[in-house]
Nanobody
């Protein structure tokens, strides 16, 4: 099991940038794929991005591809999500999560440890 604590959200104007961080405690961080999900008001939680344990296999949801970048540093037990060119439709609670697998996956059912939600609000 790994404990995840997210940070870095806030209010930003459309076109702006934010960087989310997710600090992990526990010895298994480096052996597990990690992901970011988000949930907008009235909508189901959706996949945003995932990265495998080594950081050399990455997958993005179509609407964020080219704008968001997921990365990790296993020595620091930290996961990031750099979000650029933000749009109002990116407004949501963002969650970091640790997968039960080493390779990246976009199914929320494969993620067993979750951080608290990080609010991201993009104004038009």
């Amino acid at each position: 099991q790994v404990q995840l604590v997210g940070s870095g959200g806030g209010l930003v104007q459309a076109g702006g940038s934010l960087r989310l961080s997710c600090a992990a405690s526990g010895r298994t961080f480096s052996s597990r794929a990690m992901g970011w999900f988000r949930q907008a008001p009235g909508k189901e939680r959706e996949f945003v991005a995932a990265i495998n344990l080594r950081g050399d296999r990455i997958y993005y949801e179509k609407s964020v591809n080219g704008r968001f970048a997921i990365s990790r540093d296993n020595a620091k037990n930290t996961l990031w999500l750099q979000m650029n060119s933000l749009k109002p439709e990116d407004t949501a609670l963002y969650y970091c999560a640790a997968s039960r697998y080493s390779d990246h996956t976009q199914s929320s059912q494969d993620y067993v440890d979750w951080g608290q939600g990080i609010q991201v609000t993009v104004s038009s």
